[in-house]
């Protein structure tokens, strides 16, 4: 099958949010295949958390539509995507300090022994076994997070989604706060679970982060999409320009080249 015969994990069509007199995100369709990541780049302010909480039930759209597996449906809350097997995760990490790995996972949701007690083992093997898979040297499953590193934070956090059956992840910024080490790890991360068939929306400021894991790119400027392109087709200086200019590749001049200094 072509991938225009497939129906997309996600489209969001013609999704607008105002807020006040800013137009935070105007008319922006957007399409998410299984297995596939779309970076979802552009300057400061341009939208993308917007729309991505529109898409997490953080934050309603006032126009627009949300189809999954090709069927309309209302994002009311936090609960309904997750009904939808959509999970975020933040660059500020929503993680309990003081609880360890498996209390992290479980937060909110956890599993209860026959009589009603917390099934403290029961959570533990659920944890080393989907860490098994993500994070095979991860060990430090008794220690509170809040003295995991950055990466094995996040490591906790992708759990979480994944043992929850996330088909539909959504990342904003998730290595920003992360080493080159970290960050490493985060991004074989992310191949994983682009090799599980979860669809991923990327949001990232590097440039190489999004280069190196997306298989499309949507830039957003100024609350619009400024075109979604196949990561093959398009070179790093490109999508810099259209981040900067707001402008497809074909329809920056040569002097607003030479004004960004994309060249030399
Ligand atoms: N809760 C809010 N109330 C008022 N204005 C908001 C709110 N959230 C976002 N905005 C505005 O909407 C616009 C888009 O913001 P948004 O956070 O989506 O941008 P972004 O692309 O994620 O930027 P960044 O890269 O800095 O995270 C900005 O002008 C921002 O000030
Ligand atoms: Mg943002």
Redesign the pocket.
């Known amino acids: 099958m072509t991938v225009a015969e497939r129906t997309p994990l996600v489209e969001m069509r013609d999704i607008s949010v105002a807020?006040?007199g800013?137009h935070?995100?105007r008319d922006v369709t957007i399409e998410l295949y299984a297995g596939e990541v779309v970076g979802l780049v552009?300057?400061?302010?341009?939208?993308?958390?917007?729309?991505m909480r529109v898409l997490s039930g953080a934050h309603p759209a006032d126009s627009g539509a949300t189809l999954i597996d090709g069927t309309e449906v209302a994002i009311r809350n936090p609960r309904d995507a997750k009904a939808y097997n959509i999970e975020t995760i933040y660059q500020t990490l929503a993680l309990a300090d003081n609880i360890d790995a498996p209390g992290n996972l479980f937060l909110g949701r956890e599993m209860l022994t026959r009589i009603g007690t917390l099934d403290e083992s029961g959570m533990e093997d659920a944890t080393r076994k989907v860490m098994g898979r993500l994070n095979p040297n991860f060990r430090s499953f008794a220690t509170p997070v809040v003295s995991l590193s950055g990466g094995q934070r996040q490591a906790v956090a992708i759990a979480r989604a994944v043992h929850f059956n996330a088909r539909i992840l959504i990342m904003d910024e998730p290595t920003a706060a992360l080493g080159p080490a970290e960050t490493a790890q985060v991004r074989n991360l992310i191949r994983q679970l682009k090799d599980d068939g979860i669809g991923i929306f990327l949001?990232s400021?590097d440039i190489h982060d999004v280069f190196d894991l997306s298989d499309r790119i949507s830039v957003?400027y100024h609350?619009r999409i400024v075109d979604t392109v196949d990561k093959a087709a398009v070179t790093a200086d490109d999508v810099l320009g259209m981040i900067i200019l707001g402008k497809k590749p074909g329809e920056v001049s040569e002097k607003e080249l030479a004004a960004i200094e994309l060249r030399g």
């Open positions: 807020f006040g800013v935070a995100v552009g300057g400061n302010g341009a939208g993308k958390s917007t729309l949001i400021h957003m609350g």
